[in-house]
């Protein structure tokens, strides 16, 4: 079983950081789950145009083969102009919606409001619902403040919030998707 973390950015390390602290806390809780990071920084992805993937000549791609082939995802973003990043929108908009349909995915997101975290409710998880996704039911904001100066995590309830995203996430798979079941995606 693969927990794919996205970190939806293509700027800054905060998004990386707490989708990082979340798979770092699945390890622990089943180290039998494979975990990897997809960070949006480390590739160069086109824009969608509706091409052929094959056809792109950057990491497009081998970006659309990684999220194609986990078994279940933690999203991360942080919030810029009252929104997910653009980087994110333009991944979601390269899956094919049978990809995602009837995988577990849970939310993080970061950024320098407190107000912010309604985008994780009013944007993200209707994604989800569009890609007929499960959702895991808590997600984690994690404030500017919540950072210390070596930019690790500092808050007791954020690393509390962190811990139990971890373990939905992992009860959600285990029940839903039982070793060796698979799901048709020609529904």
Do not use: W
Not at 87 to 108: C, E, S, T, W, Y
Not at 156 to 178: F, G, S, T, W, Y
């Amino acid at each position: 079983m693969k927990l794919l973390g996205i970190a939806g950015t293509v700027i800054g390390a905060k998004t990386s950081i707490v989708v990082q602290s979340v798979l770092d806390e699945v390890k622990k809780t089943a180290p039998e789950i494979e975990v990897e990071l997809l960070d949006l920084r480390e590739h160069r992805m086109s824009l969608c145009d509706g091409r052929d993937p094959a056809t792109y000549t950057d990491d497009t791609k081998k970006v659309i083969d990684k999220v194609s082939s986990a078994d279940f995802y933690l999203i991360g973003t942080p919030i810029f102009q009252g929104s997910m990043t653009g980087a994110l929108k333009n991944l979601f908009d390269h899956i094919q919606p049978q990809v995602l349909r009837h995988k577990v995915m849970g939310f993080v997101a970061n950024g320098g409001t407190y107000q912010h975290y309604l985008v994780i409710e009013n944007q993200l998880k209707p994604i989800a619902g569009f890609f007929r996704a499960y959702v895991a039911p808590g997600s984690v904001y994690v404030h500017a403040d919540h950072f210390n100066s070596q930019n690790e995590i500092s808050d007791e309830d954020v690393l509390r919030r962190i811990n139990e995203l971890a373990r939905e996430l992992v009860h959600m798979q285990k029940a839903l998707k039982p070793a060796g079941e698979t799901i048709s995606h020609n529904r």
